[in-house]
């Protein structure tokens, strides 16, 4: 299959490139982005100009990092010579330096300035399918966008594109003459046939402004703004709207009918779907930052004790030992490496999950969001067991991992680690430490990360009877479950799991309640709903 969307970013925001591309493909939109697509021994520059011909929209991860990165500037050069649909999603409030201005200075940005990014990166998917249910080719652009004949200065032919304007909902540009008025009817025509959610100006000097609005798709609030029809600078007739067929009634998404396809989604944008075997919903991934963080500014509430982070020392024998050091400063904030918004938190103990939980509940209790029987809580091990499924491992029945079971520590955790070997899993899937949560696949219930990126508290007390006998006779501090209260049970592996036996489906370990843990965080189920 072609790919439909190139991913330009630095990769120092490869975090928030990811979750674009995960959710993007989450709705069937194949995306180009690199690392990733790049084959070992790939010519970089070849595989990137090669994607550039196949796709028809360019998405760029707009910060401080891509603004300055010639890597950037030359993707986004190439991709409007190619006649890609450029779209600017700014992360950070920064103007753009002159080398993208040329580029993208009157392009339509859509911003992500403020949290929660999940909802910002919807708003983007949302525009780019409705770009692909259109229909738009790549064939249909213009290979170069010009400025109207009376404004272009004699001897310079590559002048700065002020009809590079692009809206999402309302696509926008100048053709070139030779496409007249047959190709302005053909157009209107193909765009009324199929009910597209774009449109073109056509047309020499003063083009017409020909905007067709997209009904958004099913799950758009009906809050979403208006698309924008900014004038141009040069006087045009009034725009001429085609009739385009009423939306679909929206699908109510209700914590009674959600599914795997339709997720309910709470206050926060945490999304849940039910499990078979349980009487829960599932959160369909950890707790993010951005999550916890809300539960931090609204109570106040402050971290004391530190995190246990993982630490490197220099060997006698010339390698390395790592072990997990408690670092008084650290914190959910800091646990020691880079964290963004949509990242799962990690650095928090049992008991602050459970406040978590607790907080949430009354928060949304309150505003009506869920009922009085109901309730946020961390899973138990028997509804985490039903929800990981059946395989050996949370990918399947195969070993070794096949490239995207998983954050696990590979050869991109061993690479943080100078001397550092990781000799059961020889695969790398781009992350020392965590990943954007929507990054792996989900599972056939549609939960994500049930095994790696972080190990996930849950309700119950340790039991050395819960773990199979070769993990027991493997690991001996598992064997010490002081009478089932001493540690709390927690699941599915981490980024720094490295050992075949805790990647089991079936593993248990353990947590102290009020220890933390660069490495753990959790996942929240909604209880006293009716869920099957």
């Not at 909802?119 to 692909?132: E, N, P």
């Not at 056509?202 to 698309?227: E, I, L, M, W």
């Not at 943080?416 to 059961?424: D, L, N, R």
Request: hydrophobic share 40%.
């Amino acid at each position: 299959m072609p790919f439909e969307v190139f991913i330009s970013h630095s990769l120092k925001d490869k975090a928030i490139a990811d979750a674009v591309c995960a959710k993007l493909e989450a709705e069937k939109v194949r995306c180009w982005i690199a690392p990733r697509d790049i084959h070992p021994g790939a010519d970089w520059a070849e595989a990137i100009i090669a994607a550039l011909g196949s796709c028809k929209v360019m998405i760029l991860i707009f910060s401080s990092h891509s603004n300055t990165s010639p890597q950037v500037r030359r993707e986004v050069q190439r991709a409007f010579e190619k006649g890609l649909i450029v779209m600017p999603f700014r992360i950070e409030d920064v103007i753009p330096s002159a080398g993208l201005e040329y580029y993208i200075g009157s392009v339509h940005w859509l911003d992500a300035l403020t949290d929660p990014m999940e909802q910002h990166i919807d708003q983007l998917v949302t525009r780019v399918k409705a770009l692909k249910d259109a229909g738009l080719q790549a064939a249909e652009m213009p290979a170069h966008q010009t400025m109207p004949e009376q404004q272009i200065d004699e001897g310079e032919p590559d002048a700065t594109p002020q009809h590079a304007h692009r809206e999402f909902a309302d696509i926008e540009e100048t053709a070139s003459p030779k496409q007249g008025k047959g190709a302005l009817i053909a157009a209107l025509a193909v765009l009324v046939i199929a009910g597209a959610a774009a449109a073109w100006w056509f047309g020499v000097g003063q083009p017409t402004q020909v905007a067709v609005t997209a009904p958004p798709p099913a799950h758009t609030p009906s809050t979403a703004p208006a698309p924008s029809l900014a004038p141009q600078p040069h006087s045009a007739p009034p725009p001429v709207r085609a009739q385009t067929p009423a939306p679909a009634p929206r699908r109510e998404e209700t914590i009674s009918n959600a599914s795997r396809e339709h997720p309910w989604k709470n206050s926060l944008h945490m999304r849940f779907v039910p499990v078979p075997g349980t009487r829960v919903l599932f959160s369909i991934w950890d707790t993010r930052v951005q999550d916890f963080r809300a539960y931090m500014q609204d109570t106040g509430h402050r971290q004391q004790g530190g995190v246990y982070v993982l630490n490197v020392t220099k060997a006698e024998n010339g390698g390395v030992n790592i072990r997990w050091e408690l670092d008084p400063n650290a914190s959910w904030e800091q646990p020691g490496f880079t964290q963004s918004p949509l990242n799962p938190v990690v650095g928090v103990n049992w008991v602050e999950a459970q406040a978590f939980c607790q907080w949430l509940t009354r928060k949304e209790r309150a505003a009506g969001t869920i009922g009085a029987g109901q309730f946020y809580r961390l899973p138990t091990d028997a509804e985490w067991t039903a929800a990981v499924g059946t395989t050996l491992y949370p990918w399947g029945n195969d070993w070794p991992p096949p490239p995207g079971a998983g954050n696990y520590a590979d050869e991109a955790y061993a690479a943080s680690f100078p001397g550092e070997e990781v000799p059961e899993v020889h695969i790398n899937d781009g992350y020392a430490r965590t990943s954007p949560v929507g990054v792996f696949s989900a599972n056939q219930y549609g939960l994500y990360d049930m095994g790696g990126n972080v190990w996930q508290l849950c309700e119950d007390w340790y039991r050395a009877a819960m773990n199979d006998p070769a993990v027991i006779a493997k690991f001996a501090a598992l064997r010490n479950d002081g009478g089932g209260q001493l540690y709390h049970v927690i699941r599915g592996g981490s980024w720094s799991t490295r050992i075949t036996l805790r990647m089991l489906s079936s593993c248990r370990d353990g947590a102290l309640p009020e220890v933390r843990y660069a490495d753990r965080g959790f996942r929240c189920v909604l209880a006293g709903g009716s869920a099957q």
